[in-house]
């Protein structure tokens, strides 16, 4: 069974939101026809479940300077959408209210109408979106039957939020937007028209030779360093 090509996205991620701003204003078309899989830091119970299945989430907490030239970043490429962000304040970071709304949100088939106004709140109001107040206002003005806390307390909403961590740690999802098509993955908004030139039917998909293992040619034999200092951006946080 063939999968899908995907996208990892993040409420968190101001290189999310613009991504799915561009795929919505450049390929609608795309948005339905997308996999869209949330990526989001886990709480201390969320982490625990994790470490329960063997799994530790992939990400690590960007430097002071990385922060500051990510914050210019973001607002060069925003002005260029004719875009205004404001720079949210997250007085306690808890991403679990935002991304299980998510699932509630998809259930009544309105994934991407809460994605839009979830990035909306945050990006462009400013708003805080780690309280499930906003969250619920969120829901209620999208007329979606589900109360924020007991979404937090369903253990049906717990299951698929941890299916959904263990893929972000079986796929080495280690920032997002991740674009996925195949064996290929495609990291940062800068990477999107190279993904979306790998879709079927692109006249312009050229895609990676990858040996049997799914690595493309050349890269098994280079050694991963234990430590290393930030050499990448890509347009992506991670």
């Not at 799915?20 to 969320?46: C, G, I, K, M, T």
């Not at 982490?47 to 299945?53: G, H, I, K, V, Y």
Request: glycine share 6%; with cysteine.
């Amino acid at each position: 069974m063939k999968t899908a090509p995907r996208v990892y996205f993040s409420f968190r991620s101001p290189y999310s939101w613009l991504a799915f701003h561009d795929l919505r204003r450049e390929h609608p078309e795309l948005v339905s026809a997308l996999e869209w899989r949330p990526f989001w830091e886990p709480d201390e119970h969320f982490s625990a479940l994790l470490a329960e299945t063997g799994h530790e989430f992939p990400y690590t907490p960007m430097s002071r300077a990385k922060h500051f030239y990510l914050l210019r970043d973001v607002r060069r490429l925003a002005g260029r959408r004719g875009l205004t962000n404001s720079w949210p304040l997250d007085e306690q970071m808890h991403w679990e209210p935002s991304h299980l709304g998510w699932f509630a949100a998809s259930d009544h088939g309105l994934a991407h109408e809460y994605v839009d106004r979830v990035y909306t709140a945050r990006w462009l109001s400013g708003l805080d979106i780690c309280r499930t107040e906003v969250i619920q206002s969120i829901l209620d003005e999208l007329a979606i039957p589900a109360d924020v806390g007991e979404l937090l307390r369903s253990p049906a909403i717990e299951k698929r939020a941890l299916e959904a961590l263990q893929a972000v740690c079986q796929e080495d999802v280690f920032g997002v937007p991740m674009f996925i098509h195949r064996r290929e993955k495609y990291w940062g908004i800068d990477r999107l028209a190279d993904f979306l030139a790998a879709l079927p039917g692109s006249s312009t998909a050229q895609p990676v030779s990858t040996a049997a293992t799914g690595t493309p040619d050349g890269l098994a034999e280079i050694p991963v360093p234990k430590e290393t200092a930030e050499i990448g951006h890509a347009g992506g946080c991670g």
